[in-house]
């Protein structure tokens, strides 16, 4: 039990087993312990990136869907007014056109009235002279009594 | 055999020379063995490591790494790539030859003498029961202590260290023997804590097989018998926190002198 040469083994031994340890155990195992601890900071602060881009993304794609809403309603609103606006066109062409028959129609109407008045009032104007000539046995000379004739015409 | 001489012939080391030329063979074998079992281990795992998913062994080593590199990390200041290994190889090292302990007293001293056919044979199976083993280890640390005390402080700085620590410079007899005795306190709590644990840890073992080996006799050994096994249970689970305790002890403290050598005044 007292000190003596075990000693100086002990102490070559020891120092021996520092040596292989740091070779064998604590060096390549510390270094890749490291590495991955490295590996897992970078995953970690990639993944946090990622997080932030794709927030990022959410709100350009937010942005983009409000924008292309706007601009939806805007076409639509357009489409609607524009709709309204042909349909009013129609209208008022519609009415012109209308208009436009009943005018002619009235003008024909009216043409052919008139027609038939002056054709009513030359056949009556006939029809007097030759019942004058009749009763006055006579022929009537049209051109002398033409004033008579022509206001009795009127007269009809 | 009698009492004294079972525990003498217990803690007598298997030894060849005489005076200071001698060798203390079990001492030897064993903590050689021990660490070649490190180094065969670390060196089966550094064949296979993995990067990604470690597998079971190589999550246990890896939290023994993580213990020690926390403790040297919380105890050491600034970066010194040695104290971390050297930590490690102390605290696995002295955690192994203590753990010689917890097994059974008498089986490999019985198993060598069966071996030998030697009847006689010793067989001290703990190396941190030989005083020489814990002594060596405090060595390398002292050696350590002194030389990283003269590469930070330099040697004017370390000469300053006795002469004017601690209490200043008009007490510089008293300050260094006061500063010597500090300093070769260190090597000496070392040593002297770990082998006094462990070799009276021992002797309490075997005390409590001497119960059942030479009291019982005839009907008596009924009782003594479960006693035995009994004591011998909950010394052995009390021993087993010693062991941890006195090998995570002797790391912490290497650690710390360290850094306190490694400190500027």
């Known amino acids: 039990m007292s000190i003596n040469a075990t000693l ?7 120092l021996l087993l520092i040596w292989f340890v740091n070779k064998v155990l604590w060096g390549p195992l510390s270094k890749l312990m490291e590495d991955r601890q490295k590996k897992i900071n ?5 993944a946090e990136k990622g997080k932030h881009e794709l927030e990022l993304a959410e709100k350009r794609a937010k942005d983009v869907l409000k924008d292309a809403k706007l ?9 609607e007014k524009r709709g309204s606006e042909i349909v009013e066109d129609a209208k008022v062409k519609a009415v012109e056109e209308a208009d436009r028959i009943k005018a002619s129609a009235q003008a024909e109407l009216e043409q052919e009235v008139s027609r038939a008045r002056e054709e009513l009032r030359k056949e009556i104007s006939s029809l007097v002279v030759s019942g004058a000539e009749k009763i006055l046995n006579k022929e009537v000379d049209a051109a002398v009594h033409n004033d008579m004739l022509d206001t009795l015409v009127k007269s009809i | 055999m009698g009492t004294v001489e079972y525990i003498q012939h217990h803690l ?3 030894h060849i020379g005489e005076g200071f030329w001698t060798f203390n063979l079990d001492t030897i074998v064993v903590s050689f063995l021990l660490g070649a079992l490190i180094v065969l281990v670390a060196a089966r795992l550094g064949k296979q490591l993995e ?4 597998g079971g062994f190589q999550n246990f080593v890896e939290s023994i790494l993580d213990f020690v590199s926390t403790n040297v990390r919380d105890a050491f200041p600034g970066h010194n790539p040695l104290i971390a290994p050297l930590a490690l190889t102390i605290f696995v090292w002295v955690w192994l030859m203590n753990f010689m302990d917890l097994i059974p007293v008498d ?4 198993l060598f003498q069966l071996v030998t056919g030697d009847s006689h044979a010793y067989l001290k ?3 941190t029961t030989d005083l020489n083993t814990t ?6 640390v002292f050696g350590l202590i002194l030389y990283y005390n003269i590469k930070c402080k330099g040697l004017l700085g370390f000469i300053k260290m006795f002469l004017f620590h601690p209490f200043g410079k008009f007490f510089v007899p008293v300050n260094v023997v006061m500063t010597f005795i500090e300093e070769v306190s260190k090597p000496l709590s070392l040593a002297l804590r770990l082998f006094g644990n462990m070799f009276a840890g021992e002797l309490v073992f075997l005390l409590i097989a001497l119960i059942g080996g030479t009291l019982a006799v005839g009907a008596a050994a009924l009782f003594w018998a479960p006693l035995q096994a009994i004591l011998d249970l909950a010394w052995l689970i009390f021993h087993l926190l010693v062991i941890t305790l006195q090998a995570f002890i002797f790391m912490v403290l290497t650690i710390v002198y360290l850094g306190m050598a490694h400190e500027e005044h």
Do not use: E, K, R, W
Not at chain 1, 8 to 13: C, G, R, S
Not at chain 1, 71 to 79: K, P
Not at chain 2, 107 to 110: C, F
């Open chain 2, 107 to 110: 089986l490999l001293p019985y």
């Open chain 2, 51 to 54: 990067s990604g998913t470690p």
């Open chain 2, 135 to 140: 002594l060596a280890m405090a060595a390398v």
């Open chain 1, 42 to 46: 970078d995953g970690l602060s990639a």
């Open chain 2, 125 to 127: 199976v703990v190396p």
């Open chain 2, 12 to 14: 007598t080391n298997n």
């Open chain 1, 8 to 14: 100086l083994i002990q102490i070559i031994a020891f």
């Open chain 1, 71 to 79: 601009q939806a309603q805007n076409v639509l609103s357009q489409a």
